[in-house]
């Protein structure tokens, strides 16, 4: 469970972040290496809303009270799903299709890690 509280420490410190560059700057001031920042606050705070909501599911649905080392790893691929819709918004290919393809490389990532760990 410490690993928990860090990743939940570091999502709230990414969202603190976020905000405050939400707040202060726009995509057109802040460059390409702001960009990227923005990107990884976000892939961080969806990251520790996931570990939470994967671990509750567990808690709640199977009785399972340790969060094993591959539920982080669901925990990351599930994290970098909205990142993804946030890319295809940003080229403005947001459709059926697109949205398609995205959760069809979630499962399959997700099904890899479960046939492989």
Known sequence: ??????????????????????????????????????????????????????????????????????DYLYAAIFAFGPIMLLMARSFGAINLWTVGLIFLFLFLAEFLVMKRV
Do not use: W
């Open 1 to 70: 469970m410490k690993h928990n509280r860090i990743i939940y420490s570091i999502s709230i410190a990414g969202l603190a972040a976020l905000i405050i560059m939400l707040t202060f700057t726009s995509p057109t001031e802040i460059g390409p290496l702001g960009v990227l920042l923005f990107f990884t606050t976000i892939y961080i705070v969806c990251f520790g809303l996931t570990t939470f909501l994967i671990q509750t599911f567990f808690k709640l649905a199977l009785g399972r009270n340790q969060f094993k080392n591959k």
